[in-house]
């Protein structure tokens, strides 16, 4: 497992967040609900089921879907400039038709289908959405690429050095400041990162995490 500053971007970012908003948030409650999905057959519908969500909602947060600004289905059915890291492509490619943007606009606009609206539904869905063929092959590949974790701990567990010369490259700091404990009313914000790192990455016990950190 490669370890650098990039890991730190979106554990930071939540934290930046929620503690300017004085809240807390999923990110600290456990992983987002990810789905492999088999894009040959179900791509269009998935992504119909989530350009849909803020009128799907039991309180619509809109009325119509293009006025909604946490979307990129405004980008997909208007002439709006499309940002570099938005792929419309595979989209357009499976809905056809001369004019993509009005096809797709069209194919939203029809709903949900039964099928997507049944598998998102049930109450623990699956994490695959295929066929039989396209689900048993998913569990095979990943029975056979390993698992993160094994009986003993962590498979690649990262070295309390490397977390330690992320967080301070980070931040700007000196190592020390962040291994040496300062009493004061001033939080220690980098410590407390490097510590809370330490115990997700490093696959070590208490109390060899606290031997670098004093």
């Excluded at 095979?140 to 701990?153: D, Y």
């Excluded at 400041?177 to 115990?199: D, E, F, H, Y």
Aim: proline share 6%.
């Amino acid at each position: 497992m490669e370890f650098s500053t990039y890991n730190l971007c979106g554990f930071l970012g939540g934290l930046h967040y929620n503690r300017l908003k004085q809240t807390d948030g999923p990110l600290f409650r456990g992983r987002y609900k990810s789905i492999l999905v088999d894009a040959s057959e179900y791509l269009l519908q998935v992504s119909r089921y989530i350009h849909r969500n803020p009128v799907e909602a039991r309180k619509p947060l809109v009325n119509h879907l293009v006025s909604y600004p946490w979307s990129s289905y405004s980008t997909y059915v208007t002439k709006r400039t499309c940002p570099a890291w938005l792929c419309r492509e595979p989209i357009y490619a499976e809905i056809g038709g001369t004019s993509a943007r009005q096809a797709y606009r069209a194919y939203v606009e029809e709903g949900v289908d039964g099928e997507i609206r049944e598998f998102y539904g049930k109450p623990g869905f699956s994490v695959i959405l295929g066929s039989k063929v396209f689900r048993e092959e998913a569990c095979a590949n990943a029975i056979n690429g390993g698992r993160e974790v094994s009986r003993k701990g962590l498979v690649e567990p990262v070295p309390i050095a490397t977390v330690l010369g992320a967080v301070s490259t980070y931040y700007g700091c000196e190592k020390t400041s962040i291994t040496v404990s300062r009493r004061g009313p001033r939080a220690n914000i980098p410590r407390w990162i490097a510590m809370k790192l330490c115990q997700d990455f490093c696959g070590q016990p208490l109390s060899e995490i606290g031997r670098p950190l004093e």
